[in-house]
């Protein structure tokens, strides 16, 4: 799973730290957001920069890092406050005279957890406006396990032993990344778990299904323009892969009940249902493909629907829920989750 947090301040390869001024006129800027077990000197993450600027030359890219050398930007993508990290991540942003031209409007591609967090800054932080919020295979409705971690990733190991031990102490809520987003369903109402609606640290307050709702999350939320989300087909990292799309998974049964049918959204606890009713919310599928498996075409065709000149019209029509649509695509290198 992509997923990145800041610790203190916005740390940047040196390629992205200087970039001239961008102008009025110049498209919005761009702000990305990697993953677990990714860095930001990963060389995929320039290439991904590289392709945003030639779709539309002149772009502001910015990627968020956690740490001036990329170990310690791994590492710290594993094990850290959320909550304490995003606020991080707002005040880095809203301070950055480099997104002063575009009045702190900007589009936002986050990669697999990446686009979780992205969409915790639209909801939280009010020093960005995000016209345009892109995810690919982003676990927004939490998940129920890690995957298996690979024999020499004591990173992954560390966050798995947390998970299987006392997930829901205020120790591991508190410090583990991936704890702070697992859900558990209660699987005779449907709604969260008891446990996780008392304990979870972030994601039961970031979507709202507490009993005490916040009402700025529902309207910053439904005033993007865009929420485009990508699932991968094959996806078997973010467990359940349904969860890039908000769908809850009976893990007894298997049964699957799309976002449409669920309190979140047809009480509208965070905006999606108005996003959806005015054409803003879409559901996309990456055919074929297992996590983060994209190819330039794919990526090329995305960053060309909906980033670009604030005034352009998306290349797509906003027809809600229906349009999904799916690429075959080849290869691209784009993180380890």
């Known amino acids: 799973m992509l997923f990145s947090l800041l610790a203190s301040a916005l740390l940047l390869p040196a390629s992205f730290a ?28 320039a ?43 707002c005040a880095s942003l809203s301070a950055d005279p480099l997104l002063a031209a575009s009045r702190g409007r ?34 927004h409705n939490g998940i129920a396990a890690l995957p298996a971690c690979r024999p020499w990733d004591l990173l992954c190991k560390g966050a798995e032993g947390a998970l299987q031990g006392n ?17 558990e369903v ?22 709202n299904e507490r009993d005490v709702k916040n009402g700025e999350y529902r309207a910053r939320l439904a005033n993007l323009e865009n929420f485009v989300m990508y699932l991968f087909e094959e996806d078997t990292t973010v467990l359940p892969k349904e969860t890039s799309w908000f769908a809850d998974v009976n893990l007894t049964s298997g049964e699957v009940t799309p976002l449409k049918d669920r309190l979140l959204y ?39 629907d909906f980033f670009g000149h604030e005034n352009r ?8 829920v229906s349009g999904e649509s799916k690429w075959q695509h080849a290869l691209f290198a784009g993180g380890d989750w």
């Open 18 to 45: 200087a970039p001239s001024r961008p102008l009025a006129s110049d498209p919005l800027p761009v702000i990305i957001w990697h993953g677990l077990g990714d860095r930001f000197d990963n060389d995929g993450l």
């Open 47 to 89: 290439d991904v920069a590289d392709i945003i600027r030639e779709v539309h030359p002149g772009t502001y890219v910015h990627i968020i890092g956690l740490a001036s050398d990329g170990s310690s930007d791994q590492r710290a993508s594993f094990f850290g406050n959320v909550t304490a990290q995003s606020d991080q991540v």
């Open 106 to 139: 900007v589009d936002a591609l986050g990669f697999s957890q990446g686009g979780l967090f992205l969409r915790g800054l639209v909801q939280r932080c009010p020093g960005i406006a995000v016209r345009s919020l892109v995810t690919f295979g982003s676990p």
């Open 167 to 183: 997930k829901w102490s205020d120790w591991v809520q508190g410090n583990v990344v991936p704890a702070q987003y697992y859900r």
């Open 186 to 207: 209660d699987e005779v109402t449907g709604l969260g778990g008891e446990e996780y609606l008392n304990r979870s640290g972030w994601l039961a307050d970031l979507n």
């Open 266 to 304: 047809t009480n509208d606890w965070l905006g999606l249902r108005t996003l959806d009713e005015r054409g803003g919310l879409m559901y996309r599928t990456v055919e074929k493909a297992k996590h983060m498996q994209l190819s330039e075409a794919l990526l090329r065709q995305a960053f060309g």
């Open 313 to 320: 019209k998306t290349a797509l029509p906003k027809t809600a």
